[in-house]
């Protein structure tokens, strides 16, 4: 069967790759009966996918004795768009099933189509809300954790602003970031985000002063690309 050229930069099923291979691996016993019935890896005990285009989708399949098979297993039809995966994919599980009288399983939900591989371009802070953010963390972690015996502008100011009080109010920023941290590794990583660059910058600045909500706000103008 005559199937067409595609390049990878066009083909529809590339950019899912990533996110498709993630959530087909979480049943890893569909993967296994792909492997013994479309790769013909009679003997193998685990599978894993490691890749997937229009054409088809590569398995990693491993035997008892712990030799590895990676078997290139196409599909009937070459895929012409992401939401022809599932059924796709959902069909041959249960031929293969069938064929080899196994227990009926059946792939997992693919991710939506429009929440995979989204870019998150950076959502700069406005920099004198973001030096103003800085300059009083430091401030009061200075006043917070500055070692005895202190000069006495800053023991002026302790007794001013109580020491024990800028001290939780520095460990709550602190733990508030480290949450806000947290959050933004979650929605990088579900978007399938992967320029280092705006990993660093949206982690840095969030640990820095917090910065997770820009996340979902639109991108700042004046930054616009």
Not at 43 to 64: C, H, P, Q, Y
Not at 135 to 141: Q, R
Request: glycine share 4%.
């Amino acid at each position: 069967m005559h199937r067409a050229n595609i390049s990878k930069t066009q083909d529809p099923i590339v950019p899912h790759a990533t996110r498709l291979v993630s959530y087909m691996n979480t049943h890893p016993e569909t993967i296994l009966t792909y492997a013994k019935y479309f790769g013909k890896v009679q003997n193998a005990i685990s599978a894993r996918m490691t890749d997937i285009d229009s054409d088809g989708f590569v398995v990693l399949a491993k035997e008892s004795d712990g030799t590895e098979n990676e078997v290139h297993i196409r599909f009937k039809n070459q895929l012409k768009s992401y939401d022809q995966v599932r059924p796709v994919l959902t069909e041959m599980a249960k031929e293969a099933e069938e064929a080899l009288s196994l227990p009926s399983t059946t792939p997992p939900p693919m991710p939506s189509s429009n929440f995979t591989n989204i870019h998150t371009p950076f959502n700069p802070p406005d920099s004198s809300r973001f030096i103003r953010t800085l300059l009083i963390i430091i401030f009061c972690a200075v006043l917070a954790f500055y070692p005895s015996p202190a000069p006495e502008a800053i023991k002026t100011l302790r007794s001013i602003f109580g020491q024990e009080l800028l001290r939780v109010f520095v460990l709550f920023v602190i733990s508030c970031h480290i949450i806000e941290t947290l959050i933004v590794i979650f929605v990088l990583a579900k978007r399938g985000e992967n320029d280092l660059r705006t990993w660093a910058l949206w982690l840095g600045t969030t640990m820095l002063v917090g910065h997770c909500w820009y996340l979902w706000k639109p991108k700042n103008k004046r930054f616009s690309e």
